[in-house]
């Protein structure tokens, strides 16, 4: 809500705001279909996503919309005095927004529709959008991430919205007796059951690209009206572009991708905040962070970019982020785990990720860990990281074994149709358990679309090597060495620890005692669902359970796995391709 006037408060029946000085990431949460006792348990639902927003909290019951319970906890990138939420302006006093994003075309949209702000906050545009031109057409013409709720008091409804990638979280709670709920994270609803009166009820993503409209009933429950797909990757988006389709080059691809991927983080510069990135030294988080470099230094911002690197002493990863730190100029900071860090974090990573997904879970230690570091010895709130290559690029070795490139064609689109439910949900969940906020310049929808358009057999791997037009598109340029730019790919467990004992092993050693070989028989009697077959699995499982018992089929429908090869162990090593380790390989 902007504190611009008393008439913006009018019939808020309670509200309770504490606003401290440090602390990052937003998170929403909404109920609908309760009443006012809604409070009182708020301490093991709303308090749970706490740790997305220390900058301030807020939360209100508000008697223009019968047992609607509203929440809010703020990271301030943009706007410190009129961006609290939830936001209500003068011009539309009967629609209240909740929203966890960062829209990069709020200003280009201000001009292209005239709106009228009255903050200085991105994602006020949202409401504009939607009462002047409905919720279809503002969800198709947001360029950035986003996941919102939005009441509305005058027609009693509820419209809600996520980002065509999901890179923005947003949990539902639906029941067969009309409470209707939405978290930033699982853990906001969880403890929602006793409210349920016996009915039926889960916890699930809404999922991305959609929106939904919702009718509020005169007993203050809520009916699901719509929900309709709003993107499909691949597609042209709605909205104007930052760089329009008509600079692209007919013929030379390279320059389009160049052009492009700099686009995508330039875009995301939009900070109040200081901005770093992630630096593993693998080909992602490598051109992230020289092109972060490269355009902070063209915006004269203030300050030396910050990265970081995490390994086991010598690591592959440490050693390979090195040399790119020296190369680009960054302020570099290695973080060392041992085998114990990994023994005290893993539970708190389990909960944290809301999934017990066996690559999710090992490939989130290290970037706990990081983010955790991050959070305690600098002052950096914004990182950017290379989530979404792999996926939109064939980066995983498994592509080489696609049958032909319309196989590998649909096997992206699938990858980035479920990532928030995989390395989008990791990259979210570990940064914001530190008060992070992540951008992730891969998955920005006009440079996906292009790529994605491009010829099916020219995006598979060549001779060997994975992503070969996009390290083609930016040799010799300088930007990158080129023992980086061609560097093999790396299993996230070997290049953290090494190949002698990978990450997933220390793992294994660690859980090895606390799983009875009887009780690991008996795991597909009691987890018929994604049973596990390992120690491993199996502990990472009964983590999951307890606390986020019987939602397991909606919170992790399918183990990740590589396609097209017959392996029982998702690491890279298994796959017969893999050469880490190896100086022959490019």
């Known amino acids: 809500?902007?504190?611009?006037?008393?008439?913006?408060?009018?019939?808020?029946?309670?509200?309770?705001?504490?606003?401290?000085?440090?602390?990052?990431?937003?998170?929403?949460?909404?109920?609908?279909?309760?009443?006012?006792?809604?409070?009182?348990?708020?301490?093991?639902?709303?308090?749970?996503?706490?740790?997305?927003?220390?900058?301030?909290?807020?939360?209100?019951?508000?008697?223009?919309?019968?047992?609607?319970?509203?929440?809010?906890?703020?990271?301030?990138?943009?706007?410190?005095?009129?961006?609290?939420?939830?936001?209500?302006?003068?011009?539309?006093?009967?629609?209240?927004?909740?929203?966890?994003?960062?829209?990069?075309?709020?200003?280009?949209?201000?001009?292209?529709?005239?709106?009228?702000?009255?903050?200085?906050?991105?994602?006020?545009?949202?409401?504009?959008?939607?009462?002047?031109?409905?919720?279809?057409?503002?969800?198709?013409?947001?360029?950035?991430?986003?996941?919102?709720?939005?009441?509305?008091?005058?027609?009693?409804?509820?419209?809600?919205?996520?980002?065509?990638?999901?890179?923005?979280?947003?949990?539902?709670?639906?029941?067969?007796?009309?409470?209707?709920?939405?978290?930033?994270?699982?853990?906001?609803?969880?403890?929602?059951?006793?409210?349920?009166?016996?009915?039926?009820?889960?916890?699930?993503?809404?999922?991305?690209?959609?929106?939904?409209?919702?009718?509020?009933?005169?007993?203050?429950?809520?009916?699901?009206?719509?929900?309709?797909?709003?993107?499909?990757?691949?597609?042209?988006?709605?909205?104007?572009?930052?760089?329009?389709?008509?600079?692209?080059?007919?013929?030379?691809?390279?320059?389009?991708?160049?052009?492009?991927?700099?686009?995508?983080?330039?875009?995301?510069?939009?900070?109040?905040?200081?901005?770093?990135?992630?630096?593993?030294?693998?080909?992602?988080?490598?051109?992230?962070?020289?092109?972060?470099v490269k355009l902070a230094k063209e915006a004269n911002i203030p300050y030396k970019i910050q990265s970081f690197a995490i390994g086991m002493g010598e690591s592959p990863d440490i050693l390979a982020a090195r040399r790119v730190a020296q190369h680009i100029g960054s302020e570099h900071h290695e973080v060392s785990f041992s085998p114990e860090d990994v023994s005290q974090v893993l539970d708190d990573v389990i909960v944290s990720l809301e999934t017990a997904d066996i690559t999710t879970v090992r490939a989130s230690v290290g970037m706990f860990l990081i983010s955790r570091y991050v959070k305690t010895h600098t002052n950096t709130t914004v990182l950017f990281s290379g989530e979404g290559a792999d996926e939109l690029a064939q980066g995983y070795i498994y592509f080489r074994d696609a049958p032909n490139s319309a196989e590998a064609h649909q096997e992206s689109l699938r990858l980035l149709g479920d990532i928030h439910k995989y390395d989008g949900l990791r990259a979210d969940r570990t940064t914001a358990a530190h008060s992070l906020e992540l951008r992730v310049p891969f998955l920005d929808l006009q440079w996906t679309q292009y790529y994605l358009s491009l010829p099916a057999e020219l995006r598979q791997p060549q001779m060997g090597v994975e992503k070969h037009l996009l390290r083609s598109a930016f040799n010799n340029t300088g930007l990158l060495p080129d023992n980086i730019l061609w560097r093999h790919k790396e299993a996230f467990s070997d290049g953290v620890a090494s190949i002698k004992k990978s990450l997933f092993q220390v793992i294994q050693d660690i859980v090895e005692d606390k799983v009875s070989d009887e009780a690991l028989k008996q795991a597909a009697t009691r987890f018929p669902h994604c049973t596990p077959t390992t120690k491993e699995a199996f502990y990472y499982r009964e983590i999951f359970e307890k606390h986020y018992g019987g939602q397991a089929e909606w919170l992790m429908p399918y183990f990740w796995m590589p396609k097209w090869i017959d392996v029982t162990d998702p690491s890279a090593r298994f796959i017969k391709h893999y050469a880490a380790g190896s100086e022959d390989q490019a």
């Open 1 to 292: 809500m902007c504190f611009l006037s008393n008439k913006v408060w009018v019939q808020t029946l309670l509200v309770v705001t504490i606003c401290i000085r440090v602390g990052e990431m937003c998170g929403i949460w909404a109920l609908f279909g309760v009443s006012t006792e809604s409070i009182s348990y708020t301490d093991s639902t709303f308090a749970k996503i706490r740790h997305r927003g220390p900058d301030a909290w807020k939360i209100q019951y508000d008697n223009k919309v019968k047992c609607a319970c509203l929440g809010f906890v703020r990271l301030t990138i943009i706007d410190n005095v009129y961006g609290m939420q939830p936001m209500t302006l003068h011009d539309y006093p009967h629609l209240t927004l909740l929203c966890n994003g960062e829209l990069y075309n709020y200003r280009r949209l201000e001009e292209q529709y005239k709106l009228k702000y009255e903050t200085r906050c991105d994602v006020e545009c949202i409401i504009h959008l939607l009462a002047t031109r409905g919720v279809e057409f503002c969800v198709q013409h947001l360029d950035g991430v986003f996941a919102f709720v939005l009441v509305d008091s005058k027609a009693q409804r509820v419209y809600v919205g996520r980002d065509p990638f999901g890179v923005r979280p947003l949990f539902r709670l639906s029941s067969d007796v009309g409470i209707v709920g939405f978290s930033s994270e699982a853990k906001g609803l969880m403890d929602l059951s006793s409210k349920m009166n016996g009915g039926r009820w889960k916890v699930e993503q809404f999922p991305p690209g959609h929106f939904a409209e919702y009718q509020l009933n005169k007993d203050g429950t809520a009916t699901l009206l719509r929900e309709q797909r709003y993107y499909t990757i691949g597609t042209p988006p709605a909205f104007q572009t930052l760089v329009p389709y008509s600079e692209l080059n007919e013929v030379d691809t390279h320059a389009n991708i160049r052009k492009l991927l700099t686009s995508a983080v330039q875009k995301r510069l939009m900070a109040e905040r200081r901005i770093g990135c992630f630096l593993s030294g693998g080909l992602d988080s490598s051109l992230v962070s020289a092109l972060l």
